[in-house]
């Protein structure tokens, strides 16, 4: 048959190959999704932090600023 590898295992191995390519592809397109999920995390617990010091400044509970 035109186009098949003599041996079947090549055509597995090809198979396997092709498999991996594109798990390669998915990890690589998920740790860009975690990394913009991590930065955006990483502003959210700025932005309670910062409402948090405000809190306790408004409460009188934290030091005044130098």
Known sequence: MPGQP???????LRRIDETVD????????LKG????VVENLAGVHRRIDRVELRIERR???ADAPH
């Open 6 to 12: 003599d041996n079947p295992r090549l055509g597995d």
């Open 22 to 29: 594109c798990l390669s592809d998915d990890v690589r397109d």
């Open 33 to 36: 999704r975690m990394g913009a």
């Open 59 to 61: 409460l009188d509970l």
